[in-house]
């Protein structure tokens, strides 16, 4: 089989987040982070950990960023930690956390690394929480001031910027479902923040651009393709509702159309949501949430198949649950469907046309280990990446505006709520040490970078070595 060629100025990179690999909690100023606090709540996370040290890549970033130019990628997805730069949330910026990102994003640009960076992605200063977190207003508006004082400081350097990442993961699972933090149960403050994380991104939107000449913004959704589990007439409501709740309660806003009626109804009928206009939703912002952006940012990793049956364990949204079929699962327990990647993409460039597409996230965690030559011979994240990178080129060949790829992640890291149970790297951490390992998905990722292309047929020969 031919190698699938991609475009020539496609862009290849990893992914990262400040919580997740930075370590280095309490120094150089740091204020305290939501992250920080819900990491002390028993129970709260899987392994009884936190990001306290994590991949300590506050001091190792030298290292990191050689990992990154031995592997050839020409980009690299990180975010800043917002209580590095603001620890009270706004007001006083330390001085210290602008010095290590103006640092780190010199650094990449030296090796040629282009930097993409994230404002948002999760670790909200508690401060802002002791004042309702996402629940109020005030979050959007000291993240207008959060986005001001980082694009003024490295907008000369970096551009291109990311304003939120997973905004369904930072309301709807941090306040509804309680998995994330600050970990509440609650309908009304979860769409709330939903809301509220959205007006952050509009408002941010223009000042980015404004300090940051020329640059592209974006904004970061997960996202999930659904497919009804029968075609009965329920199970195929049951995928309107999740479809509604998961993509286009985002989506809808974001691309100019507001909130997605049925689902407004549906919040309504279950007592969510009052009758009537949503209270948190001012005049504005519907036209503040859908400024003109330049790209959308992708996380895909898996699909939902629905079916409409209620079981209480697992139920997490109204009246559905997901089911998926006979299947291959990640340690992550997400099922493997490289087709959810083609079919998301081709769905948004018909139904919502984003002027370009990064997948600004994908990969798998397995159950990495060293084999008896000391390396570690990751087979199955191969196959993953293979396959899904064949899904996008296929996207590709449909016209969909794909520019650019990142895999998650660069590094095994602090996986929020599973702690360091799960290994989502192509590089291995030894947490004991410290150490790096690249994985063979590592080598194996080089080589795509390197030739800008896929083997299809050559997967199990370089690995049977
Ligand atoms: C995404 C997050 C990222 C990582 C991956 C596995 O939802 O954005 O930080 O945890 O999942």
């Known amino acids: 089989m031919p ?12 992914a990262t987040s400040a919580y997740q690999i930075e370590g280095a909690a309490q120094e150089d100023g740091r204020g305290e982070s939501i992250w920080d606090r819900f990491c002390q709540q028993p129970g709260a996370i899987e392994d009884g950990s936190s990001g306290a040290v994590a991949c300590d890549h506050y001091h190792r970033w030298r290292e990191d960023i ?25 007001g006083r910026v330390n001085r210290a956390g602008i010095d290590f990102y103006q640092r780190l994003v010199d650094r990449l640009l030296e090796v040629g690394i282009t930097p993409f960076v994230t404002l948002y992605h999760w670790d909200l200063p508690q401060t802002l929480q002791e004042r309702g977190g996402w629940t109020a207003r005030l979050a959007a508006e000291a993240f207008l001031e959060y986005a001001e004082v980082v694009s003024r400081h490295l907008g000369d350097r970096v551009k291109h910027w990311i304003t939120i990442n997973e905004p369904w993961c930072a309301s709807l699972l941090s306040y509804q479902i309680g998995r994330h933090a600050p970990g509440y149960r609650n309908w009304y403050a979860a769409l709330s923040a939903s809301h509220h994380l959205l007006v952050a991104h509009g408002l941010a939107v223009p000042v980015i651009r404004s ?98 049956t209620r079981i209480p364990e697992v139920q997490n949204e109204p009246r559905t649950v997901w089911l998926a079929p006979e299947s291959e699962w990640t340690a992550m327990g997400w099922e493997v469907y490289p087709q959810g990647l083609f079919d998301l993409l081709a769905r948004l460039h018909f139904e919502y046309q984003p002027p370009k597409l990064y997948i600004t996230e994908n990969g798998a965690s397995y159950r990495d280990e060293l ?17 899904h990178f064949a899904a996008a080129h296929r996207a590709l060949t449909l016209g969909v505006p794909l520019v650019g790829y990142f895999v998650w992640s660069l590094l095994d890291n602090f996986e929020w709520d599973r702690g360091y149970t799960q290994r989502f790297g192509i590089v291995y951490v030894d947490y004991a040490t410290q150490q790096r390992l690249p994985k063979r998905s590592a080598h194996w990722y080089r080589e795509v970078i390197r030739t800008n292309a896929v083997p299809l047929d050559a997967v199990a020969s370089p690995l049977s070595s």
Request: hydrophobic share 40%; with cysteine; aromatic share 14%.
């Open 211 to 308: 300090n940051s000449r020329g640059a592209e913004v974006g904004i970061t959704l997960n996202l999930k393709p659904c497919y009804p589990a029968s075609p009965s007439a329920a199970d195929r409501d049951a995928c309107r509702h999740f479809d509604g709740s998961f993509n286009r309660w985002f989506l809808d806003p974001l691309f100019g159309r507001r909130y997605p009626a049925d689902i407004v109804a549906d919040y309504q009928t279950a007592g969510y949501l009052p009758a009537g206009d949503l209270p948190f939703v001012q005049d504005q912002d519907y036209a503040t949430i859908a400024v003109r952006t330049d790209f959308l940012g992708v996380n895909y990793y898996d699909r939902a198949v629905l079916r409409n």
């Open 3 to 14: 190698d699938l060629v991609f475009p020539s100025n496609f862009i290849w990179g990893v």
């Open 371 to 387: 084999d008896g030559r000391g390396e570690i011979n990751d087979q199955q994240r191969i196959v993953f990446l293979r396959d």
């Open 66 to 90: 050689e990992l990154m130019r031995e592997l050839g990628v020409q980009a690299y997805r990180f975010s800043i930690a917002w209580p590095r730069i603001l620890p009270q949330g706004f």
